[in-house]
């Protein structure tokens, strides 16, 4: 059977009863799926940090960008997006396949009410395959095992793992080797995008948000540019490099136009030599 012809989706327990990263995200986008928890923790940063929202919304905009860039510049054609989270349309394989439908994308997330909502991940055109796991970056051996990545995804020609607003949430220690074991088993040209948390364009913003974060139970680590640049060690790096999400390929359709202090995130893509 073909993972996007809807397999049954278990039940899960979505403890709503604490904030979920992916959940504050999807309150602070404006969504629905997100509980009292996570309000609050939004609320509280939203409270300090007015611009909150809008830095969200541009966070998710850059991931629109990157997934043209790849198909369209790049040719890419296969996508393994880890730490999905909660369907927001435009999701990355609508927007890849509206340039290529013959695109393959493979969600994962561990998140429960993410696997809840897979249904919206699954609707691929004809041409091209999803298929949404329940896995997690910290297992990569049996995330890269899974029935559901090998029949989806070719490992034998390049594959784009793209990481948006995940890595933040584990620390350095953990993060590094875990991307660089992915990156290993993915053949040359494959490329790497990466978007994480930074506290250098508004420290002060950003150590609200971070603090609001870990009160709610959530860790998060903010990184430098030079930390943040580590994770494309050894890759080729994209024009223009490692640079804040509002100067990433910025698109006037993208509004408003952010400046620097109001956005608290990095972006990168890079090609596997």
């Avoid at 604490?18 to 959940?23: K, Q």
């Avoid at 611009?51 to 198909?71: C, E, K, N, Q, Y």
């Avoid at 609707?123 to 997690?136: N, V």
């Amino acid at each position: 059977m073909r993972p996007d012809q809807h397999d049954p989706i278990p039940t899960v327990d979505l403890q709503t009863d604490r904030a979920h990263a992916a959940r504050v995200y999807d309150y602070m986008l404006g969504g629905k799926t997100n509980f009292a928890a996570d309000r609050e923790a939004g609320d509280k940063i939203a409270a300090q940090w007015p611009g909150s929202r809008a830095s969200a919304r541009a966070a998710r905009a850059v991931m629109h960008r990157l997934t043209r860039r790849l198909v369209e510049t790049h040719g890419v054609r296969q996508f393994l997006d880890i730490g999905t989270g909660i369907p927001t349309a435009p999701n990355l394989h609508e927007v890849a396949q509206a340039i290529e439908p013959a695109s393959r994308v493979v969600y994962v997330d561990n998140d429960p009410i993410v696997l809840a909502h897979a249904r919206a991940l699954l609707t691929s055109t004809p041409q091209g395959r999803t298929a949404y796991m329940d896995g997690d970056l910290r297992d990569p051996e049996k995330l890269l095992a899974d029935p559901a990545l090998r029949g989806t995804l070719d490992l034998g020609r390049p594959v784009a793992l793209t990481l948006v607003n995940l890595v933040h949430f584990l620390s350095d220690e953990a993060a590094l080797p875990l991307v660089q074991e992915l990156l290993e088993a993915l053949p040359s040209g494959s490329f790497l995008a990466l978007t994480t948390g930074t506290g250098d364009s508004a420290p002060e913003q950003a150590e609200v948000a971070s603090r609001r974060y870990r009160e709610a139970g959530i860790e998060n680590h903010l990184r430098t540019l030079a930390q943040v640049e580590r994770f494309f060690t050894g890759l080729e790096l994209d024009e223009p490099g490692v640079v804040l999400i509002n100067r990433w390929h910025p698109d006037l359709d993208d509004s408003p136009v952010l400046k620097d202090h109001e956005v608290m995130s990095y972006a990168g893509l890079a090609r596997k030599p």
